[in-house]
């Protein structure tokens, strides 16, 4: 998504490399994005963007009964904020570190209409055709700057937070839709969104950002 970044990391002289954007083949009918801005999921205000959330997550839970499903947390902690307000819905399915695979093989192998929580099912999953109707992105996949290597990259260079951010987002869009017949909508709650389309559209493929809606 961008040559300049992606040489740098590598070490590869970017005078040497051909940089190619293929288009994307599924319909775009097949895959709407909607964002839905209900509160940015950033340090200082993910409580109070958590409680707008809350009712339109609850809808669209209702909205797609019968229908399988994926939901990005983005983190560990939103994904424990999802277990205490929503854990008795026995359609979902919580995964970790310690579960990954297992809450996988349940949701692929139900009969009903089961629902994924995981902060980290962005890439690595295979959720083709009605294995999920829908996604849910609850919060933009920013690299956490916990990391030193992270905050070291981000200090030096901020394209690259961006650069990394958007790489997951793409990633997430991936996993429910997987081949040029498959369908499903991919809603976007948090409104860090707007700030990274923003000041970063070069970055975003037409491919997505001809699908967005607001609503």
Known sequence: IDKDIFCELNGIDKSEVAYIKAEMDFPE???????APRGKMSFKEKHNSWKAIKPY?????????????IIHAGNYEIAEWIKADFGDNKR?????????QLSIDTHINSKTDTILVSPSMTQ????CDDLSRFQIIMKMP???????????????????????????????YGRSIRNE????????FDSCFADLIN?????????????????
């Not at 009918?29 to 964002?35: M, Q, T």
């Not at 997550?57 to 499903?69: A, H």
């Open 29 to 35: 009918k097949n895959r709407p994005i909607y964002y």
């Open 57 to 69: 997550l609850e809808k669209l839970l209702k909205k797609y009964e019968g229908k399988k499903g």
């Open 92 to 100: 979902l399915i919580f995964a970790d570190q310690t579960n990954r």
């Open 124 to 127: 690595g999953l295979d959720l």
């Open 142 to 172: 920013y690299p956490s700057l916990a990391n030193k290597v992270n905050k070291l990259r981000f200090e030096q260079k901020p394209q690259w937070y961006a650069w990394q951010t958007i790489l997951e987002l793409l990633q997430s």
């Open 181 to 188: 017949n498959d369908h499903a909508d991919t809603i976007i």
């Open 199 to 215: 000041q970063y559209s070069y970055m975003f493929p037409d491919y997505f950002k001809n699908v967005i809606k607001q609503i």
